[in-house]
């Protein structure tokens, strides 16, 4: 795959401010997690970089304020949005395989998933705001009308993860964009090349000079110092849940909007009732999707005891099936995990459990006797199922975002809400059963801002995304959206 060169031959990416893409003073390496090698140079941005960065990003909003209508107008924010899709999608193959190789991820999984999802929240976004309606009363006896209108809020401040990197930030920029905001975004920096080269089709598309700007670095400096900015008055993160602690204070001390979607300990609830071919097909999949690198993965799950050594045998015959190897090739179903030291965390969160007494359900020997020459020195391990394992072990109490979920057995209804409920996330679960009345009930119960029932991450960008207790502040999607990157102002006129 050709990408374009720089120091020893490494893909080199820079800041993209004011509209000019602009050399970094001092770098970061940028490691492909199939193979552990360097393939990327990522800037290490700190305080001068997003201060010019939210420079030319007020410059650019507040001549979007006084510039002409079809510049900053629904009409126009509509045309470039369908252009950044069109564009995109024209280079889809090739997004792919950069977000692919950058991130560990299955080829086929940033093809048919990620890099589709972006195309998607672009012509979403660009077609909403078409039809958002704005609220009015006209009251008789004073003789008067009132109306609102939406206003953009500024410089919205855009910090994604490295888990899905370009779907992710897609999800910020779409809404941020068509609301009429300008932008500084910052990157994961373990995942930056897709973003980088996604400036290339603003450029394309026509988005004016410092309506989008790209800000590359550590979360310690450049996050920070985006998140602390003064002229920036609404912060949107996804991401962790020690960061988003800091984030919250800082953002409190200066009265921003904050949007944050963090992480979970998501539950799947699966009844005697439930169709068991579709269950276990689909929780194999909720489980370990992206390396189970998915904050929506499925990483408890909570099985009806008179089902419960049928579900264990086959589950565990399923998930033993899985391809651990090379992201390029379209056999993998498990990839690379994204870093050294995270597949470190994950591998240390599998011997304590073992360790605490639990069994552990994987494919037997060395991981790297399956992989090909060149992804020898890459972050692979096997997928895992751990069972005889009880409540309050971490494994089923923090989340350990790697190929990695725990099986246990319930009895009641009653019972396995209160234990689902029993840890301090609360973003996703799924309900197995076809007893709807059941279904319905227990979905209303469980302390989580999505349930499916009968499947998993089936999504509609028209319905409210977002979590509770530490999964998060705020929801995402259309209406949720545009409410959080505007203001509403109410306009009264005297008759």
Known sequence: MAVQGGQNGLLMVRNFIGGQFVDANSYLDSFDPSTG??????????????????????????????STPCHIGHGGRWRIHTRVADIFESRLDEFAALESRDQGKPLWLASTVDMNRVVHNFRFFATYILHDVNRSRIQEPTGAVQYT????????????PWNLPLYLLSFKLAPALAAGNTVVAKPSELTSVTAYKMCEVFIKAGIPAGVVNMVFGLGAKAGASLVSHPQVPLISFTGGTVTAEKIRYTAAQHCKKFS?????????????????DKCITTTVRSSFL???????CTSRVYVQRDIYPTFVERFVKEVLKLKVGDPTDPDTFVGALISKEHLAKVLGAIRGAEQAGATI???????????????????????????????DCAAMQEEIFGPVTCVVPFDTEDEVVARVNKVQYGLCG??????????????????????????????????????????????????????????????????
């Open 37 to 66: 090698e360097v393939w990327a140079k990522v800037p290490d941005s700190g305080q001068a970089e997003v201060d010019a960065a939210v420079d030319a990003a007020n410059k650019a909003f507040e001549s979007h304020l006084s």
């Open 149 to 160: 209108v939406k206003e953009p809020v500024g410089v919205a401040g855009l910090i994604s």
């Open 260 to 276: 944050l979607e963090l992480g979970g300990k998501n539950a799947a609830v699966i009844f005697s009732d439930a169709d068991l």
């Open 290 to 296: 992206n390396q189970g690198e998915i904050c929506l």
């Open 361 to 391: 359900h994987s494919q037997v020997g060395d991981v790297t006797e399956q992989l090909p020459e060149h992804c020898q020195g890459g972050y692979f391990m096997y997928p895992s199922v751990i069972t005889d394992v009880a409540d």
């Open 430 to 495: 799924v309900v197995w059963s076809r007893d709807l009345s059941r279904a319905h009930r227990v979905s209303r119960r469980l302390q989580v801002g999505t349930v499916w029932v009968n499947c998993w991450l089936v999504r509609d960008l028209n319905m409210p995304f977002g979590g509770v207790k530490e999964s998060g502040v705020g929801r995402e999607g259309g209406h949720d959206s545009l409410e959080f990157y505007t203001h509403e102002k109410t306009i009264c006129v005297h008759l």
